[in-house]
């Protein structure tokens, strides 16, 4: 059993290729080759293949091109497989297979800076809102200022979340004093990596930038 691709995504499809080998010593007949999609978020224009016969020390592939539910939740999934066959006058025979396929999407995340704001001269903190837009739970997230301009970090660059579900969203804080000499309000600019994993243990780093008010 080929499932081609192994992983693929709401609203996309896979096909499965099946093949089946007659490896005894008589013709079979009647050979059916059939998914169960029953409770499962995919559909498929042809549920089953037909054989008049497989002759003996033959070959068939049996192809399902199968569409994932706008709807599907990301997770593994396995199809039933059935395989039915008649030789001589026996009763019929049935074997059973299945095929596996992971559904799943590249994770949706966003950062807001929001309102934060600074005063010259006085420690303060950056709090970062992580939202997770995507319809794909990820774990292990962790976060990172990579850079900061006009401002010293006074507490670790890196903020530890874990996991964070999909439509939810989870704040990191950091420690800051500005070290601008002016007057008004200025800038500091703030460059911002997120590393996390998805389901399926796929790693992903994500940049952003985003900017932080300083009063004198």
């Not at 042809?46 to 003996?56: G, R, T």
């Amino acid at each position: 059993v080929l499932v081609s691709p192994e992983v693929s995504e709401p609203g996309k499809g896979f096909n499965i290729d099946i093949k089946i080998e007659n490896n005894g010593k008589t013709d079979l007949n009647d050979v059916s080759v059939s998914l169960n999609l029953k409770d499962l978020p995919f559909s498929s224009n042809s549920f089953a293949v037909n054989y008049d016969e497989l002759l003996e020390d033959k070959s068939k592939t049996a192809s399902f091109d199968v569409d994932i539910f706008e709807s599907a939740r990301p997770g593994e999934y396995q199809i039933p497989i059935q395989i039915s066959y008649q030789s001589h006058d026996e009763p019929t025979k049935t074997i059973s297979a299945s095929a596996n396929i992971k559904v799943s999407s590249e994770p949706d995340i966003d950062v807001d800076f929001g309102d934060n704001y600074l005063i010259e001269g006085q420690e303060g903190k950056i709090n970062v809102k992580i939202i997770n837009k995507g319809i794909v739970d990820i774990k292990f997230l962790e976060t990172k200022i990579e850079s900061a301009s006009k401002v010293n970090l006074i507490s670790s660059s890196r903020a530890y979340i874990g996991d964070l579900n999909s439509d939810d969203f989870d704040t990191a804080e950091f420690s800051v004093i500005p070290i601008s000499s002016t007057t008004g309000s200025i800038n500091a600019n703030i460059n911002m990596i997120l590393i996390y994993r998805d389901g399926f243990n796929k790693e992903y780093i994500k940049s952003f930038d985003g900017q932080v008010k300083i009063y004198s």
